[in-house]
């Protein structure tokens, strides 16, 4: 509101209705006015803070004028009349609204509340206080979903027009958000959506603008994870409880029931597909020896090349720990029913990737599994050769991804979960999300209560299986 106009019609009395404004940066107009002309200001984007309005002549007389305001921030105002102050000055709240009554003089007192605040008022002390935030909680944590009442407790002797402020934070996530306003020991709900550690801050606040704040904590659990909550991935086999992209891993897996395993793709120098996450063996079998500098015989020599790193590498024999072959790894997915996983990490060349379809193709697996690389020429090639096997661009940000490409080709995206939780860009895409590497059951229930169905990881994350 900038300016207003008041006037009187038919009116029985002699006299005028007369009234003077508080805007903003200017203060109070030197001059009142009067029966329909303008006060405040039109063009200057100048806020209205305040008003006084008075009646004059035989108005005067006879009748009081009470008028009460809308104040930002405050809400509907006390009753003030005949030229007192209505509003506030200093804190740049603008008036959304006015409410005037004409009154036979002397007819009726409306309550004592507070008509007007004046920035300068804020150093009386408050004749209130705010003892604490209590909640329907047993203890200080609850589950997504189910709603929780909130109230400030009162104390002191004029708390009755004290406003509550709530907001909350996820602090697990970061996202914040308001919870809304309520009364001075009114009752107010919130529904947490998302499972976090939560930080509850209420702000009170009178019509003097005098402020208590006051916070509480609150744990909020997403509850049972079940096996068909999302589409589980063994991350290279489960590779919590065996080596990286070894048998044990990938038969682990297939026993725990996970919906796909995943491993990743090398190929030796005589073009055999294995399954190993890096080309150099080093920090795989403790040989400094590329794969691709190995022929499959070579490397089947499990004495010299066998997997020498990972969980319970102690439990298994050489010959399990030897780098398995393509065919070995489909033959546990088969046995088990869990979908092919194949992430590519290195091909010599687009004949390779030829001879890998068609691998796929003879094992009658070619639609159901799925290919991933973070080459996404790779992915192109093989959308080239069928236009419905299921691909994953793998991503380890969220930045630079042409999500026009990945509409077009119809290609998913996995990308690193906590890069997704910082900019939330897929959720909203039309674009298959899958998540890796969560190993965490928190950050499990938060994905899963963002709407994300597809999951990558190393361990069991749903409850009431154990191997």
């Known amino acids: 509101m900038e300016a207003v106009k008041i006037n009187l019609l038919n009116s029985p009395y002699t006299g005028s209705i007369e009234y003077q404004t508080h805007i903003q940066t200017y203060g109070w107009e030197g001059q009142w006015a009067s029966n329909g002309q303008l006060s405040g200001t039109e063009g200057k984007s100048k806020r209205l803070e305040a008003i006084r309005i008075r009646l004059t002549g035989e108005l005067s007389e006879k009748l009081d004028v009470y008028y009460r305001v809308h104040c930002q921030r405050i809400g509907w105002m006390g009753w003030a009349k005949n030229g007192e102050e209505a509003g506030s000055s200093g804190f740049s709240y603008r008036l959304e609204g006015i409410e005037i009554l004409l009154l036979p003089k002397g007819a009726r007192a409306f309550s004592d509340e507070t008509a007007y605040v004046s920035k300068d008022a804020q150093t009386e002390p408050a004749d209130w206080d705010v003892a604490e935030i209590k909640t329907n909680l047993e203890k200080a944590e609850s589950s997504v979903n189910i709603p929780i009442e909130l109230k400030s407790v009162p104390s002191g002797a004029n708390s009755q027009s004290v406003q509550c402020y709530y907001t909350w934070k996820n602090n697990t996530t970061g996202e914040e958000g308001v919870v809304g306003n309520a009364l001075l020991g009114a009752s107010i709900s919130w529904t947490p959506l998302v499972s976090g550690d939560y930080t509850i801050s209420m702000t009170a606040t009178d019509v003097r603008q005098r402020e208590v704040k006051k916070e509480i904590s609150i744990k909020i659990n997403h509850g049972m994870i079940n096996r068909g909550d999302a589409f589980f991935t063994a991350h290279m086999g489960l590779s919590s409880q065996a080596p990286n992209n070894s048998i044990p891993a990938f038969k682990l897996a297939g026993q725990a029931g ?210």
């Not at 298994?316 to 790894?329: A, F, K, M, V, W």
């Not at 046995?335 to 003879?362: A, H, R, V």
């Not at 992915?379 to 299921?390: A, C, E, P, V, Y």
């Not at 026009?404 to 990308?415: A, D, E, P, R, Y």
Request: proline share 1%.
């Open 258 to 467: 996970f919906d796909s395993i995943e491993a990743d793709v090398m190929e030796t120098k005589d073009g055999v597909f294995v399954a190993s996450h890096d080309d150099n063996l080093s920090n795989i079998c403790a040989v400094n020896v590329n794969i691709s500098d190995l022929t499959y015989k070579e490397l089947q020599d499990y004495n010299k090349y066998h997997i020498s790193y990972g969980s319970n590498v102690g439990k298994y024999s050489y010959e399990e720990l030897r780098i398995p072959t393509l065919e070995e790894y489909l033959d546990v997915c088969m046995t088990y029913g869990c979908i092919p996983q194949l992430d590519i990490k290195y091909l010599k060349s687009n004949e390779s990737l030829t001879q890998l379809y068609k691998i796929l193709s003879d094992y009658g697996v070619q639609g159901r599994a799925i290919i991933t690389s973070f080459d996404n020429l790779y992915l192109q090639t093989l959308r080239n050769m069928d236009s419905g096997i299921k691909l994953t661009y793998g991503v380890n940000s969220t930045q630079y991804v042409d999500v026009n490409w990945l509409k077009t080709n119809n290609v998913g995206v996995s990308v690193e979960y906590s890069k997704l939780l910082e900019s939330k860009i897929y959720f909203d895409s039309d674009i298959d999300v899958n998540v890796y590497t969560v190993n965490d059951k928190k950050a499990a229930g938060i994905l899963l209560e963002y709407g994300v169905d597809s999951i990558t990881t190393n361990q069991i994350l749903w409850d009431g299986v154990s191997l």
